[in-house]
C-alpha cells in the first residue's frame, strides 16, 4: 500500500533564504508526483507536475525533483517570501491506479 | 482558467441531520473526486466518479455517498451526519485519461455538533 510521508510537518525560515521541503513514498511503482500549495482554509492549486519518465520539473523559483528509486522527491523554493508561507503537500498517482495518495503537508512559514 | 467551486465554504450542522455537498466545474471534465482532510491525516479519497451516474468508492465511504446526474456537478451526501465527519471537505476535478492535474475547489469547512 502506497504511504506518502512529509518531513518536517512545520518548518519556519526568514525571507530570502532557500529551502528544500522533502517527500517520500514507499512503493516507486509511481505514475506521476505533484506538488501542491494550499493557503488556510483554502483550497489546493497545483504548482508542478513530474511525470515517472522525468526527473525534474521548474516553474519561476519553484524547481520539483523525481528520484523513483529511492522514493524520493524535493521541491526546492529559491528565495523565500512570506507569500509563500503555506502548507505545501505531495501526492502520488500509482501506475495503474486511478486513486492519489497526499501526503500530510510541510506548514511553510517565510518571516520578513 | 479551470474552475470547481463549491457550494458552501463553512456549514454546521447537528447530528442526525442529512447533509448535502454540492460541487460543480465548468471544464468539461470527465473525472470529479470528494476528498476529506483533517490535520496530520492529509487528503483521503472518499469517492471518485469517472462518468455520469458512475461512482468508485475511495478509501473511506462509510457514512457517505455520492450522485453524480450531470457530468459538471458531483454531490456528497451525508446521510446521517456524526460529529466525527467534522472536517474541511475538498472537491476536485480532472480530464478524461489518467494522470492529469487535479483541479481543487476552495473547500468546505463542515462542523457537525
Known amino acids: 500500500k502506497q504511504e506518502v510521508t512529509q518531513i518536517p510537518a512545520a518548518l519556519s525560515v526568514p525571507e530570502g533564504e532557500n529551502l528544500v521541503l522533502n517527500c517520500s513514498f514507499t512503493d516507486s511503482a509511481i505514475y506521476n508526483l505533484q506538488w501542491f500549495r494550499q493557503d488556510p482554509g483554502k483550497g489546493l492549486t497545483s504548482l508542478l507536475l513530474i511525470q515517472s519518465s522525468q526527473r525534474e520539473q521548474t516553474s519561476g523559483r519553484l524547481n520539483a525533483s523525481l528520484d523513483k528509486s529511492s522514493g524520493r522527491s524535493t521541491l526546492y523554493i529559491a528565495a523565500s517570501q512570506p507569500g509563500d508561507s503555506a502548507t505545501y503537500l505531495c501526492?502520488?498517482?500509482?501506475?495503474?491506479?486511478?486513486?492519489?495518495?497526499f501526503g500530510a503537508g510541510t506548514r511553510l512559514f517565510v518571516k520578513a | 482558467d479551470v474552475k470547481v467551486t463549491q457550494s458552501s465554504r463553512y456549514l454546521v450542522k447537528r447530528t442526525g441531520e442529512k447533509v448535502f455537498l454540492e460541487c460543480v466545474q465548468d471544464?468539461?471534465?470527465?473525472?470529479m473526486f470528494w476528498y476529506r482532510q483533517d490535520p496530520g491525516l492529509g487528503l483521503r479519497l472518499i469517492y471518485f466518479s469517472y462518468d455520469v451516474k458512475m461512482k468508485e468508492k475511495g478509501d473511506i465511504p462509510e457514512g457517505y455517498s455520492v450522485s453524480r446526474e450531470k457530468k459538471e456537478r458531483f454531490s456528497l451526501i451525508l446521510e446521517s451526519a456524526s460529529t466525527n465527519q467534522t472536517s474541511m471537505y475538498l472537491c476536485?476535478?480532472?480530464?478524461f485519461g489518467t494522470g492529469k492535474t487535479q483541479y481543487f475547489g476552495p473547500g468546505t469547512r463542515l462542523l457537525v455538533l
Open positions: 476536485a476535478s480532472t480530464p
Open positions: 471544464m468539461d471534465h470527465e473525472n
Open positions: 501526492a502520488v498517482l500509482n501506475t495503474g491506479g486511478f486513486k492519489t495518495i
